[in-house]
């Protein structure tokens, strides 16, 4: 099998995984608030939300690769930020069931679909 069909599909998982959770994020903001901090009146996991939606369309359609990685490192900045904030203390991210802050994992899921993607288009007939 390609490598490249191989990165192909290791980003449609962890566009899934990100989409999972930024969406059951969203849901329980809405439903029962506080899920997550905001941006203004904005829910941050609305905008991560987003941030996921617009390049996994891109990844499908293989276009609009600008889109993708603007919405990537817009994520990855906002989940870094969010991640050094939490490491000082200075704000709280929402958590897993075992804890784990999940501006960290979005902070790796977002930097893994930049380098991976990075990867795929540099090398695109990689066996």
């Known amino acids: 099998m390609r490598t490249n069909t191989n990165l192909y599909w290791i980003i449609n998982i962890l566009f899934l995984i990100g989409l999972f959770g930024a969406g059951s994020l969203?849901?329980?903001?809405?439903?029962?608030?506080?899920?997550?901090?905001?941006?203004?009146?904005?829910?941050?996991?609305?905008?991560?939300?987003?941030?996921?939606?617009?390049p996994f369309v891109s990844h499908l359609f293989k276009k609009w690769n600008l889109i993708y990685f603007i919405f990537t490192a817009i994520a990855a900045l906002i989940a870094l930020v969010a991640s050094i904030m939490q490491l000082v203390d200075k704000a709280e991210c929402p958590k897993t069931d075992s804890g784990i802050p999940m501006c960290y994992i979005s902070l790796l899921i977002f930097t893994s679909l930049i380098i991976l993607k990075k990867i795929q288009l540099q090398y695109p007939n990689s066996k």
């Open 26 to 54: 969203v849901i329980t903001e809405f439903t029962i608030g506080n899920g997550c901090p905001k941006f203004g009146a904005v829910p941050a996991c609305l905008i991560i939300l987003i941030c996921f939606i617009l």
